[in-house]
């Protein structure tokens, strides 16, 4: 029987980290980072499983974007690469993550990171 983390069993986070991807970010462009698939229009409004609706973040990147918008805006408003780079917000993120090596980065669970 294997043992279990919660609902997840240690077999079966051991393979997905094996799978992960590790690049570059494509919004905060740090590299030898694990990559995350963000939906640009959300699957909850309708987001399609499509190559053109993935960007590849940082999951720190990821984490603060669904931080700053809802899906609602993330689907009217920022629903490209383009539309995301121009927001004040994410370019302050931006610069902010930019500096951080990326094992220093701890999320806090509400919507913020410290080191």
């Not at 699957?43 to 499509?50: E, F, H, V, Y």
């Not at 302050?92 to 701890?106: C, G, L, T, Y």
């Not at 806090?108 to 990171?113: D, N, P």
């Amino acid at each position: 029987m294997q043992e279990t983390l919660g609902r997840v069993c240690k077999g079966c986070l051991v393979e997905k980290k094996e799978k992960m991807k590790v690049g570059i970010c494509e919004l905060c462009k740090r590299g030898d980072v694990i990559l995350n698939r963000h939906h640009l229009v959300p699957k909850q409004k309708k987001g399609k499983n499509k190559l053109d609706n993935f960007i590849d973040t940082c999951i720190p990147c990821s984490k603060q974007i669904h931080a700053l918008f809802t899906n609602k805006e993330l689907k009217r408003e920022y629903n490209s690469l383009e539309t995301l780079k121009s927001s004040k917000k994410i370019r302050k993120w931006i610069k902010w993550v930019r500096k951080k090596n990326p094992i220093d980065i701890r999320y806090s669970g509400k919507g913020g990171f410290h080191k």
